[in-house]
């Protein structure tokens, strides 16, 4: 396994900011987020080419996650958002990522008058996504997300349900903060270990999803890298924290 760091931290900060402090934080592996101020653009996906040449970096994508409900009930709007979704595929394959991370649909209040519609469009938004993204070269990873927004897929049970629909073989990304919030790392790892490809990483005292420094938070991060060994995993582990995330580095690579 491979400690990996998102540019999550520097969300508020302009994208040519971003690449030259990773490098600083001396690992070669970075998740690239492509929401608001950071979406990928060519001369953006342009420079990440020309910095993966110079510095021998390698990346993965988290594609776009707070407009982007898979499960939008208008066609039309539903199928805006997978086309982005696709983009950031496109973007993906062009700079050779590890993976592309993507957020399941959630809820509307369309789910009262038309019970499981929404899960059947889940369920049709990323069979299209997970087909466009073979055709592209990349592995795309649904991840395991939190409340308050009333997402499909949060826990084991709605994993389960998930990978008995899908009918093909398909990997996930687990996010260990969101696992804890529900306390359900440690059965994620026993129940669905071949299918983790791709980890998050960020600490939380198990009430709400902030993205802490590791060691700031109630997780038990030695338990946790331990359940994480014994399934075998050789992915990357990519920290989110959104402080001290070179202090972050060095409590991982510790325990590793």
Known sequence: MELAVSTLFMRDKPFEDVLPELLGLGTGRIEVIDPGPHTLTPDRVAKLRELRASYGLDYSIHAPWADTNLSADDDSIRERIIERLQGSIRWASQIEARALVFHPGWQTFVESSSPGRGWRLNMESTRMILRYAEDHGVDALIENVPGPVPFYMRAVHDF???????????????????????????????RFGPSIRHIHVSDNLGDSDNHLPIGEGGIGWKETMDAIKRTGFDGWIVIEAITDVGGSLDRLRRLL
Do not use: K, P, Q, S
Request: charge should be negative; charged fraction near 30%.
């Open 160 to 190: 389960m349900r998930f990978f008995d629909e899908l009918g093909a073989e398909a990997g996930m990304t687990l996010d260990v903060g969101h696992a804890n919030i529900i306390r359900e790392t440690r059965l994620f790892l026993e």
